[in-house]
């Protein structure tokens, strides 16, 4: 082992001492034998005698440790000089970036005689390349964050990189302070935090209510624990601002419009660093730029519901009620991928006739929401004055480029005549609807459809179908089919719900369809609605609405009572009706579709849900407990039960009651 002695002789340390780098020595197989002065008062520790390893843990930050040794080991393995940055811990506990180069010294032998090393502090401009490297990341994790959630999310993907802290604090319209985001390295602390906000809400003498009043930055590098004690505004306030244990803290405004709306705040714990002006300025820059997405987000959000409200009213209120005729529809804004978009149905009378049509605006947001509301408007009109589909297609298109240039729109309009169920319909670059018939065959009606609305230069193709008794007409926007960006799947998802028997025996079939469909998500909006030709007696309610369920009990037995005998066994239809609609309240919360069939001169009970799904299994009265006890009550009653899940979500129990005509 070399010593100490020899080292020195090596390294002149009268010139060592001078330099303002940190120099030491290390032996080929032991520890450091010489460290400068500048060393020494860097660290305030002699280092002499301590091993590689131990040098590491004792100076070197945790976060950079593995880092520095496994790249100190590879550089040892080949005899190589090397520089790597990280940082070391100065006597006051903090640490600073350096930039440390080492080398080996060759004796006349070959062999390694030690190695030398030496450390210049590159702090202020490490870090200010952490800084431009910071604001970059927030930039990407902010430009496609569109509303508040996303906003804030965004901001903690970088809470590592800047302080233990951050909080986010807005300015509510009555002059209270909210505090919506808490971000922290230690996610125990952040709810802890949660909970103190709870309890102590920012009040209006804080200095967070100061630096929002103020619009001045407070930056407090070192916070004397005086100030921690009077903030507290009572012994569990005190505590709880004891074990959040803040040490040093920056709070900045975040303004917009000409006013400060609200305060960005950055906090170290014990242990870590104290900010200085480097990080000041850091904050500073990133309160900018999250001010101006919050303001965008808030934009998105207000233009939104604006655009949502515009939608859903331009939307018909009602449906028409016709006579043997079903109508059902419903409307699904975009769940996730940014704005709402232009997607609409309409069904109305005229001139005796049912018109129904549905389609899709490109673009999104309000303006896709008036366009949409201007074709629509447009297609009512032409109806109105007894045109044929294609006729009608053809002035909305005349509409559109009038008022809209350089837009187009998908759209399908059919008008169906209720006593004939004779069917003209035509499209100009929608989806043709699938028609589904009593025989539970699934197929598209009609042939290719047209281009869009603003590309057609002629009227586009009419076709004409008789729609079959007890058929059911399923028209829908492309969002239904592209919700997981693979068309065909989506074809496939549509076909099977409508193949499944369940979709007979519903009242809302296109609820039915959006669950079974969308149970995975959505990526864009969607419309759809269907028609339907049978009078079978149907009822739909929610699995919690009790008085709903008692009434449709009611009604059940009741529209049995006229076409059974007088004698005949009602009790135990209405405690199957009963349990069954219990077991979906217990097992698959939301909305419940209750049909009623006859095959031949024996009724038939459906009882549709949208939950995950069951089988059934037979059971005996002694082994049955709570959870499957309904099922088996039902099935004991029954001539038959059957149960059979649903594509992708839901279940259909059906049962044979002991019943028959009269």
């Keep these: 082992m070399r010593s100490p002695q020899r080292a020195e002789r090596a390294v002149d340390p ?18 450091l034998v010489y460290a400068n002065e500048r060393w020494r008062e860097y660290t305030g520790s002699d280092v002499l005698g301590l091993s590689r390893f131990e040098v590491t843990e004792q100076f070197v930050h945790p976060d950079d440790r593995v880092r520095v040794n496994d790249y100190w080991k590879a550089r040892r393995l080949r005899r190589e000089p090397g520089e790597i940055d990280f940082r070391i811990r100065r006597a006051d506990g903090g640490f600073r970036w350096h930039h440390a180069s080492v080398a080996p ?28 490297q910071l604001l970059g990341d927030i930039n990407d994790a902010l430009a496609s964050a569109l509303d508040l ?61 100061r630096v929002i009043d103020t619009g001045e930055t407070l930056f407090i ?24 244990d803040i040490q040093s803290g920056i709070i900045v405004p975040m303004r917009g419009r000409g006013r400060v709306f609200g305060a960005l705040q950055f906090s170290n714990g014990a242990g870590e660093r104290t900010f200085d002006a480097i990080d000041l300025r850091t904050a500073e820059l990133i309160a900018k730029r999250l001010a101006l997405a919050i303001e965008n987000a808030r934009a998105f959000e207000r233009e939104r519901r604006v655009a949502d409200t515009f939608q859903l009213a331009a939307l018909p209120q009602s449906l028409p009620r016709i006579e043997d005729i079903g109508l059902d529809a419903i409307y699904i804004p975009a769940a996730s ?11 109305f009378a005229a001139q005796g006739n049912l018109v129904v049509s549905i389609g899709d605006v490109t673009g999104k947001g309000l303006e896709a929401a008036v366009l949409m509301s201007s074709v629509r408007h447009a297609i009512r009109v032409a109806a109105y004055q007894g045109l044929e589909p294609d006729a009608i297609l ?69 076709w004409r179908a008789t729609l079959p008794e007890d058929g ?33 025996h519903v009242a809302a079939p296109a609820r039915l369809i959006r669950n ?54 009602l009790d135990a239809a209405e405690i199957i009706f009963g349990e069954l609609v219990g077991n979906v309240a217990r097992h698959a919360p939301g909305p419940i579709d209750i049909g009623l069939t006859w095959d031949g001169d024996v009724p038939v009970l459906h009882v549709v849900d949208s939950g995950a799904g069951f089988d059934l299994v037979h059971t005996t009265a002694d082994a049955m407990d709570e959870s499957g006890r309904g099922l088996a009550i039902a099935e004991v009653l029954a001539d038959e039960l059957r149960v059979r899940r649903l594509p992708g979500r839901g279940s259909h129990v059906s049962a044979r009651l002991r019943l028959r005509a009269c």
């Design 14 to 31: 009268s010139i060592t001492a001078s330099l303002p780098v940190l120099v030491w020595i290390t032996a080929p197989d032991a520890g």
């Design 105 to 132: 010294r060759i004796g006349p032998d070959g062999d390694v005689v030690d190695w030398i090393g030496t450390a210049v502090d590159v702090d202020v401009p490490k870090r200010n390349e952490f800084a431009l």
């Design 149 to 209: 959630d996303q906003v804030f999310w965004a901001v903690g993907l970088v809470v590592p990189n800047v302080a233990d802290w951050c909080v986010i604090h807005l300015l509510c319209d009555d002059g209270t302070i909210e505090t919506p985001a808490i971000h922290h390295r230690d996610p125990a602390k952040v709810t802890l935090a949660r909970e103190m906000v709870a309890l102590y809400p920012v009040g209006y003498r804080s200095p967070t209510a």
């Design 221 to 244: 590098p070192v916070v004397p624990p005086e100030l921690r004690g009077a903030a507290a505004r009572d012994a569990r306030h005190r505590a709880m601002l004891e074990r959040l």
């Design 337 to 347: 991928e940014a704005e709402i978009g232009g997607d609409w149905y309409d069904a």
């Design 394 to 462: 053809a002035a909305a298109n005349v509409a559109l480029c009038a008022e809209f240039p350089d837009r187009y729109v998908t759209a399908f309009v059919g008008v169906l005549e209720p006593r004939t169920r004779r069917f003209a319909f035509s499209s100009a670059g929608h989806p043709m609807p699938f028609l589904r018939t009593a025989e539970a065959r699934v197929r598209e009606i009609g042939g290719a459809a047209g281009p869009p609305l603003g590309l057609i230069d002629a009227p586009p193709t009419l």
């Design 472 to 504: 059911l007409l399923a028209l829908y926007t492309d969002g239904l089919i592209e919700s997981t960006r693979d068309v065909m799947d989506g074809l496939e998802r549509v076909r099977a719900i409508l193949a499944a028997e369940a979709i007979a």
């Design 516 to 569: 079974t469909v969308l149970h995975d998500g959505i990526r864009d909006d969607v419309a759809i609605l269907t028609i339907t030709f049978d009078r079978e007696r149907r009822w739909t309610f929610d699995a919690e609405d009790a008085f709903s369920a008692h009434a449709a009990r009611a009604s059940f037995v009741e529209s049995l009572r006229p076409l059974v005998p007088p004698d005949a066994d």
